[in-house]
Antibody, heavy 121, light 108 residues
Framework: EVQLVASGGGLVQPGGSLSLSCAAS????????MFWVRQAPGKGLEYVSG????????YYANSVKGRFIISRDNSKNTLYLQMGSLRAEDMAVYSC??????????????WGQGALVTVSS | ETVMTQSPATLSVSPGERATLSCRAS??????LAWYQQKPGQAPRLLIY???TRATGIPTRFSGSGSGTEFTLTISSLQSEDFAVYYC??????????FGQGTKVEIK
């Protein structure tokens, strides 16, 4: 069974930093691109950042570029997101998701439960 | 960047009835569209990809259709467990994945 479990969320002051982890199990982690998607309270889904299967390529939404860093450790089956210069608008539940490329389509086939990041003074 | 617009924002439906949800793309995207279901406090679940292909384990009452700019998710006979928020999603490129704003299906 595929499982994605995010951790590391918490309360941080504006301008502060926080790191999230996503532990993966039930599949060959090193074969899949992985992404972070967030959801602000009462809002919809927003793509944040992604990383290729081997970590060679990384992708960022314009809203987090230069402030967030995505990485992965395939030996530990873990995805990371280092978040810096946090703003009130970064407050959200952050979920990790597995990407599938199938017949030319790209989509997220499994999602983790998410970690809540609260940005407040 | 392609913008995805869902309608209606809220859909009130009685159990057993049909629900029809719409997703419109700001430009033609072929069939590069996925649908997700999200229940309160839960992670999203993939329902449909490629506009019309059901994901593994998804009941046949869920069906997707459309191409180009107009897409539809149909739930043929709503069950109690289907009341949730539904999102459409398009892959623009590796730097840009866009979601619709969601349609909440609630009990009438």
């Amino acid at each position: 069974e595929v499982q994605l479990v995010a951790s590391g969320g918490g309360l941080v002051q504006p301008g502060g930093s926080l790191s999230l982890s996503c532990a993966a199990s039930g599949f060959t982690f090193s074969s899949f691109a992985m992404f972070w998607v967030r959801q602000a309270p009462g809002k919809g889904l927003e793509y944040v950042s992604g990383i290729s299967y081997n970590g060679g390529s990384t992708y960022y939404a314009n809203s987090v570029k230069g402030r967030f860093i995505i990485s992965r450790d395939n030996s530990k089956n873990t995805l990371y997101l280092q978040m810096g210069s946090l703003r009130a608008e970064d407050m959200a539940v952050y979920s990790c998701a597995r990407v599938v490329h199938n017949s030319g389509w790209y989509y997220f086939d499994y999602w983790g439960q998410g970690a809540l990041v609260t940005v407040s003074s | 960047e392609t913008v995805m617009t869902q309608s209606p924002a809220t859909l009130s439906v009685s159990p057993g009835e049909r629900a029809t949800l719409s997703c419109r793309a700001s430009q033609s995207i072929g069939t590069d569209l996925a649908w997700y279901q999200q229940k309160p406090g839960q992670a999203p679940r993939l329902l449909i990809y490629g506009a019309s292909t059901r994901a593994t384990g998804i009941p046949t009452r869920f069906s997707g259709s459309g191409s180009g700019t107009e897409f539809t998710l149909t739930i043929s006979s709503l069950q109690s467990e289907d009341f949730a928020v539904y999102y459409c999603q398009h892959f623009n490129n590796w730097f840009t994945w866009t979601f619709g704003q969601g349609t909440k299906v609630e009990i009438k």
